[in-house]
């Protein structure tokens, strides 16, 4: 169980992990499996919302235990969001994508 306190939520993550169904489910590479339970509500208490997802794994119980798993599932979109807030520096992506033949004039009123 792992709580964290964002901006102004409280969420309260639970994870369910088991191996028992290996051998058992369609997927071949499957070693373990398990049950994210995210309960979050804001400050006051107020607007809880719950989600439940269930995922498949090819980490065994020994490579990721349920504390790994819960950071795994934390950072799933890290990487993600990084790559859509952060402009390479490399390419030259930060100067500004607007080109023109002029360069920007002040505004007048």
């Given at each position: ?79 993600e969001n ?15 994508q607007v ?11």
């Open positions: 169980m792992l709580e964290d306190i964002k901006a102004l939520e409280i969420e309260l993550r639970t994870i369910r992990t088991s191996s028992a169904l290996q051998g058992y489910i369609a997927f071949p590479h499957a070693v373990q499996v398990f049950r994210l339970d995210r309960q979050t509500t804001d400050l006051l208490g107020m607007r809880p919302r719950r989600e439940t997802p269930s995922d498949i794994t090819s980490l065994s119980p020994q490579q990721a235990g349920p504390g790994r798993l819960l950071k795994l599932a934390r950072g799933h979109w890290e990487i990084r790559l859509h807030r952060v402009r390479d520096v490399t390419f030259d992506e930060n100067r500004s080109r023109t033949g002029l360069p920007p004039l002040p505004c007048r009123s």
